[in-house]
């Protein structure tokens, strides 16, 4: 056994956790808004169609679109995810994209909501290995970026970071 080469492994790996990303956490839209991302125009298009797909916004309550969750779909796909991922995620939606100009005659980001649902329920029973991961992948990111947005959090979970004074049962006679 190296116990050095154990050692230096265990120092990376708390190094690596002692390092996350503080922007993942209660992150804010205008936090956001200046991150130059990887994603071409198209990308960040159907993306963020994608995203209201999942989450649409309703008369009453915002969705994934208006807190900005591709945005911080965007951000997170390019910092957290390895090449590999970020390839398929960018060929998955041009997929999208061409099948629905193949089906609709339309853009994914221009066709009515139906369509879309339609569309991303054929890519989450795909046998293709590649559209199932995709869709997994950005539906539960998309899920975890609009339930830790600041907005989210705040005024629909009542989230409270330090909720309070902690008031005991036993007295204490000083």
Not at 13 to 27: H, V
Not at 142 to 167: A, S, W
Request: aromatic share 10%; charged share 25%; proline share 2%.
């Amino acid at each position: 056994m190296d116990r050095r080469n154990y050692i230096r492994q265990m120092m990376a790996a708390s190094g690596a956790l002692i390092a996350l990303p503080s922007w993942a956490r209660a992150w804010k839209l205008a936090d956001m808004e200046q991150y130059s991302s990887s994603f071409n125009d198209d990308e960040k298009s159907i993306l963020n169609a994608v995203a209201d797909a999942i989450l649409p916004s309703t008369h009453d309550k915002p969705g994934a679109k208006s807190t900005g969750t591709d945005l911080f779909l965007q951000r997170l796909f390019d910092r957290c995810y390895e090449g590999d991922v970020q390839n398929n995620i960018k060929t998955q939606l041009k997929a999208l994209n061409n099948k629905s100009k193949a089906a609709y005659n339309a853009s994914f980001s221009e066709t009515s909501y139906e369509n879309k649902i339609t569309l991303l329920n054929a890519f989450s029973t795909s046998t293709i290995k590649e559209e199932k991961d995709f869709f997994n992948l950005v539906k539960s990111e998309t899920i975890r970026g609009f339930t830790t947005c600041e907005e989210v959090m705040t005024q629909y979970l009542h989230y409270k970071v330090v909720p309070g004074h902690y008031y005991g049962c036993v007295d204490v006679n000083s």
